[in-house]
């Protein structure tokens, strides 16, 4: 099943009985469980017929025993296993002949991050349509998610403040929504949302200091480059998250060195790299200090540390300074 289908089922209040909701992007699951729940639940019955569980040191009984407990003073009640992909294998096994027959009065809704898809539990659940992928959402993606939260609210934001939005925040959806937050508090009533507002309200310290490690590594200046990411972790960024904003601004740079050498116009070439006409000259001075070859080589060891931060045992503190010392000592 789709997030797309699943969003119909909860419109029309026609759940299945068992639904495993898993995927890298945690924001949209926590979400459409709380839609879930406003579908299942009759107003006023939620102390009742709601009960939620933790798979961490689960007693499996207690699930099924709630599982099959007939609702109290409403249709349907509803049952929600978080963080399942801790489920120990017996948990799993004693699962499945609930799955195959479950109740009709029960929605029991699993949470986790990730399914094993060669066990039998998961193979029953994609037998009844029961899995929901909740993937990332791309950059291709953030600002149409962004437009619709702020449609929601009311709010209409210019081309240039979104992409100024974008290039400050990235594209953790929890972030995005706490910015936003600031944002209409900052706004007050719906308006429309223009670049001022957000250097007014949207942190730029993150985006200046992911621009110096650019300029830093084009120089072969490893020392700054990597004193300017250990400052980023110590401001609580996450090595991953400042590896996935560094090869956003690489992929920015190239496409914009890229254009400038065909000739475009500054306005094409805020476009075609997806940031704000004001930043173009900055990309374009710092996009002269790389070759293709430079590109090339970066987009290398990006993958490479991605999936050297991802490994079992790996320190991604580490990677990420090895990765800024490559960065900046295997320039062409």
Request: with cysteine; hydrophobic share 40%.
């Amino acid at each position: 099943m789709t997030p797309d289908v699943l969003q119909q089922a909860i419109n029309s209040r026609n759940l299945p009985p068992v639904l495993f909701l898993y995927g890298g992007e945690p924001f949209l699951r926590q979400k459409a469980l709380q839609q879930i729940e406003k579908s299942v639940l009759s107003p006023g019955s939620e102390d009742f017929n709601r009960h939620i569980f933790h798979a961490k040191g689960l007693a499996l009984e207690q699930v099924l025993e709630s599982a099959l407990t007939y609702p109290a003073f409403a249709e349907r009640r509803l049952v929600v296993v978080k963080d399942a992909h801790a489920l120990t294998a017996s948990d799993y096994d004693g699962l499945i002949s609930y799955i195959q027959k479950p109740a009709p009065e029960t929605c029991l809704v699993f949470s986790g991050d990730k399914i094993d898809s060669r066990r039998k539990f998961f193979q029953n659940l994609k037998k009844i349509d029961a899995l929901v992928e909740f993937k990332p959402l791309n950059e291709r993606q953030i600002p149409g998610f962004i437009r619709k939260q702020l449609d929601d609210l009311g709010f209409t934001i210019t081309g240039d403040a979104l992409s100024l939005f974008v290039s400050r925040v990235g594209s953790s959806l929890h972030e995005v929504m706490t910015e936003l937050e600031k944002l209409s508090l900052y706004a007050g009533t719906p308006r429309l949302i223009d670049v001022p507002d957000i250097q007014a309200v949207v942190s730029n310290i993150r985006a200046e200091n992911i621009f110096a490690i650019g300029n830093a590594v084009g120089c072969q200046n490893a020392g700054k480059a990597l004193t300017l990411g250990r400052h980023l972790i110590a401001d609580g960024e996450a090595p991953l998250k400042i590896l996935s904003l560094l090869s956003r601004h690489f992929r920015q740079l190239w496409k914009a060195r890229e254009l400038q050498v065909e000739g475009r116009s500054s306005a094409e070439i805020a476009r075609g790299a997806g940031v704000p006409p004001f930043v173009v000259d900055g990309l374009i001075a710092q996009g002269r200090r790389y070759s293709r070859t430079d590109f090339r080589h970066a987009f290398k060891l990006f993958v490479e540390a991605d999936l050297a931060m991802k490994s079992s045992g790996s320190r991604p503190d580490v990677v990420l300074e090895n990765l800024l010392m490559q960065l900046a000592d295997g320039r062409a």
